[in-house]
């Protein structure tokens, strides 16, 4: 099972814990321990648009109330991490950005210096100040006040949001008698162009996981030569939405490794064998 089938299990559940009933089991009836998928379920779903661009023309206002466009933080520079969130969601919106927060903890890159963060509110009626008082809130929780520069959350129009939503391939729905939008729990990386390069699914946002994607987002530019060797290592597996071992690549490396080794031994034994040449030599017979 896939972490994007598990991502929308969890949402079913999710959805369904506060109408289920508990029910005594009677007549040593065996109890069906399957989750429906909720009708408002069938539209949240994750298409991926990989190689897709995110539009730079959409327009939203940030937690200062101050009108932006997305082109702004896709300025060609670093990698973005998009995400699709609100304030007043109930639980799934906090299960995943605090989990985005601990995964960032262990990534010793900052928001506003080798990334950038951009959190959309699916919530038509959510207004800056609220979106500012939640990005306070996993600032907060985040320990690194510099990361405000960025880290930005967005409000804006219902066509917007759906628009920025389409684009990232994210679905959503509104349900009425929860009162609270379904989306999916899944996070977004773009290259410095906003060129989707990766999705990282479910409420568990590893920061090897997480470093990888912004380096390959970033084409290698940010992180340390180490950074790099560790990225030729492990290739994204699209089945888990995480990043495993690669064999064949560590293989070569181990390979490759060893034949510098070897090298460098068999240099030490002609260099220590000349040496004792040289002493024989020049010692008087």
């Given at each position: 099972?896939?972490?994007?089938?598990?991502?929308r299990l969890?949402?079913?559940a999710?959805?369904a814990?506060?109408s289920?009933?508990?029910?005594?089991?009677r007549?040593g009836?065996v109890?069906?321990?399957t989750?429906?998928?909720?009708?408002?379920l069938?539209?949240?779903?994750?298409?991926e648009h990989l190689?897709?661009?995110v539009p730079k023309?959409?327009?939203?206002?940030d937690?200062?109330?101050?009108?932006?466009?997305?082109?702004?933080?896709?300025?060609g520079?670093?990698?973005?991490?998009?995400?699709?969130?609100y304030?007043?969601?109930?639980?799934?919106?906090?299960?995943?950005?605090?989990a985005?927060v601990?995964?960032?903890?262990?990534?010793?890159?900052t928001?506003?210096r080798?990334?950038?963060?951009?959190?959309?509110?699916?919530?038509p009626?959510?207004?800056p100040e609220?979106?500012?008082?939640?990005?306070?809130r996993?600032?907060?929780?985040?320990?690194?006040?510099?990361?405000?520069?960025?880290?930005?959350f967005l409000?804006?129009?219902?066509?917007n949001?759906?628009?920025?939503?389409d684009?990232?391939?994210l679905?959503?729905?509104?349900?009425?008698?929860?009162k609270?939008?379904?989306?999916p729990s899944?996070?977004?990386v773009?290259?410095?162009d906003?060129?989707?390069?990766?999705?990282?699914?479910?409420?568990e946002?590893?920061?090897q996981?997480l470093?990888?994607?912004?380096?390959?987002?970033s084409?290698g530019?940010?992180?340390?030569?180490?950074d790099?060797?560790?990225?030729?290592?492990?290739?994204y597996?699209s089945t888990?939405?995480?990043?495993?071992?690669m064999?064949?690549n560590i293989?070569?490396?181990g390979g490759?490794?060893?034949?510098?080794?070897?090298a460098?031994?068999?240099?030490?034994?002609?260099r220590?064998?000349?040496?004792?040449?040289r002493r024989?030599?020049?010692?008087?017979?």
């Amino acid at each position: 099972m896939t972490q994007r089938t598990c991502a929308r299990l969890l949402l079913a559940a999710l959805l369904a814990s506060g109408s289920a009933s508990a029910d005594p089991v009677r007549g040593g009836a065996v109890p069906d321990r399957t989750v429906p998928l909720p009708k408002a379920l069938e539209a949240v779903e994750v298409r991926e648009h990989l190689g897709a661009h995110v539009p730079k023309t959409l327009g939203f206002v940030d937690e200062t109330g101050r009108p932006v466009l997305l082109g702004e933080y896709m300025d060609g520079a670093v990698p973005v991490v998009f995400t699709f969130n609100y304030s007043d969601c109930p639980m799934l919106c906090s299960l995943m950005l605090n989990a985005f927060v601990e995964g960032l903890k262990g990534v010793d890159y900052t928001p506003g210096r080798e990334f950038k963060v951009v959190t959309v509110s699916i919530d038509p009626n959510e207004k800056p100040e609220r979106a500012l008082a939640t990005q306070r809130r996993y600032l907060g929780s985040y320990g690194k006040p510099e990361a405000k520069e960025g880290w930005h959350f967005l409000t804006g129009s219902e066509g917007n949001i759906k628009a920025y939503a389409d684009a990232l391939g994210l679905g959503y729905t509104y349900v009425p008698e929860r009162k609270e939008y379904a989306h999916p729990s899944a996070v977004v990386v773009a290259s410095p162009d906003g060129k989707i390069v990766r999705y990282l699914y479910g409420i568990e946002y590893p920061a090897q996981s997480l470093k990888l994607a912004l380096l390959e987002a970033s084409q290698g530019k940010i992180g340390t030569a180490f950074d790099r060797l560790i990225l030729y290592c492990f290739h994204y597996d699209s089945t888990q939405g995480r990043y495993a071992p690669m064999a064949a690549n560590i293989m070569r490396l181990g390979g490759g490794v060893a034949v510098v080794l070897l090298a460098a031994f068999v240099a030490l034994l002609f260099r220590s064998d000349a040496k004792k040449r040289r002493r024989l030599a020049e010692s008087p017979s």
